[in-house]
């Protein structure tokens, strides 16, 4: 099954096997925030790609309240303060 065919689920799956795989023995350290963090940034950027810069619509499509939304973009200098 070729990549475009695989569910988001499979290929993170996938990701986190290999990327813990190649610790070789050592134990992560902060995993929860680097997936979030290579997760959510470039989520924000393409639903804000998608939205046309508009922050409520991104907002929205993402099932979040804009505060957040802006607060997400900040954080991932994604947009200026």
């Given at each position: 099954?070729?990549v475009?065919?695989?569910?988001?689920?499979?290929?993170?799956?996938?990701?986190?096997?290999?990327?813990?795989?190649?610790?070789?023995?050592?134990?992560?350290?902060?995993?929860?925030?680097?997936?979030?963090?290579?997760?959510?940034?470039?989520?924000?950027?393409?639903?804000?790609?998608?939205?046309?810069?508009?922050?409520?619509?991104?907002?929205?499509?993402l099932?979040?309240?804009?505060?957040?939304?802006?607060?997400?973009?900040?954080?991932?200098?994604?947009?200026?303060?």
């Amino acid at each position: 099954m070729g990549v475009k065919n695989q569910p988001l689920s499979a290929l993170t799956d996938n990701a986190l096997r290999r990327y813990l795989a190649s610790l070789n023995g050592h134990r992560p350290a902060d995993l929860y925030k680097l997936v979030m963090g290579e997760v959510e940034k470039p989520l924000f950027k393409t639903v804000m790609e998608y939205a046309g810069g508009n922050q409520c619509q991104a907002a929205e499509i993402l099932g979040i309240n804009r505060g957040t939304l802006r607060k997400k973009l900040i954080a991932y200098k994604l947009l200026d303060a």
